[in-house]
């Protein structure tokens, strides 16, 4: 049996079918691990789902900040459905729509597997939370999103306030702060006070801020984490960090890791994305 995780998709399907049979997939012994957003930006997003919702129950996927922006979209009106971006759009008013959207909703924001001895999050991982509180924490907001409250969490899950994770917080405020650390994060200080502002590779952030896997006095992490969200930072592998977005969607790499005691990575190249990008801007 081998564990494959795979970097962020955004829509890109040709790139995913590539990678998955330059694995040799075999979903009789097989199972892949996919670091959320899944959609948006590439093209194919409802293929997509619905390739990646086929293999369920090999598949294991966390919700990424494209994910749940899709499903933010969904439960408002139809007329501001329309103003989504035509990848978007054909998720939405697809004939199969609602089984897909209901599957994704049903998924995870964090993973954490003790027998492969490896954690999956979309973004990142709060400073002050150990492996155990991340999944606790994860699980206060799964439990809304497959709840029938659900549409009043996704219609106010968007902000970035507040930008801190204290215990001390309720309600929507606690919801959105911890939906913030599990799939927006890329710098944060010692507190644990997010930048949301800073998107680029490290050594571009604003002073006080790290890389949130290299804050000072971090929690001691029991396994290694593999991640997405964070093109500009590319592949890295250190400090007990996988992290493997590899910018599919701008035409760099869709890549996968192996799970195991000698992770190893895999890669199909995206430059047919990288063409048609080019050629939008032209």
């Not at 129950?57 to 329309?82: F, I, K, T, Y």
């Not at 599990?182 to 930048?195: E, H, N, S, Y």
Request: proline share 5%.
């Amino acid at each position: 049996m081998a564990i494959y995780a795979v970097g962020d998709i955004q829509g890109c399907y040709e790139a995913l079918a590539q990678l998955i049979e330059k694995l040799r997939f075999d979903p009789s012994r097989d199972h892949l691990w996919f670091c959320g957003d899944l959609v948006n930006r590439g093209g194919q997003s409802l293929e997509v789902l619905r390739l990646v919702k086929s293999i369920e129950p090999q598949a294991v996927v966390v919700l990424g900040n494209h994910d749940l922006s899709l499903l933010a979209v969904s439960v408002r009106r139809e007329d501001e459905q329309n103003k989504a971006n035509p990848d978007l759009r054909r998720v939405l008013f697809a004939a199969d729509r609602d089984d897909l959207l209901d599957w994704l909703r049903q998924r995870p924001l964090f993973h954490l597997d003790r027998e492969a001895g490896f954690a999956m999050v979309h973004a990142g991982i709060s400073p002050r939370w150990t492996l155990n509180l991340a999944a606790t924490r994860a699980a206060e907001v799964e439990r809304r999103l497959r709840s029938e409250d659900y549409r009043r969490l996704l219609k106010s899950m968007f902000g970035d306030r507040p930008n801190t994770w204290s215990k001390k917080l309720n309600g929507e405020d606690r919801s959105r702060a911890i939906i913030n650390v599990l799939t927006r994060m890329r710098f944060c200080d010692v507190r644990g006070r997010i930048d949301f502002d800073s998107k680029g590779a490290p050594g571009t952030q604003k002073p006080g801020f790290y890389p949130w896997f290299e804050v000072p006095g971090h929690s001691p992490r029991e396994f290694p984490v593999v991640c997405g969200h964070w093109s500009t930072l590319g592949l890295f592998q250190g400090l007990g960090i996988y992290s493997i977005d590899t910018g599919a969607v701008w035409g760099g790499k869709l890549t996968a890791l192996q799970i195991g005691p000698e992770p190893r990575i895999i890669q199909v190249d995206c430059e047919a994305r990288a063409q048609i990008l080019r050629k939008g801007a032209d």
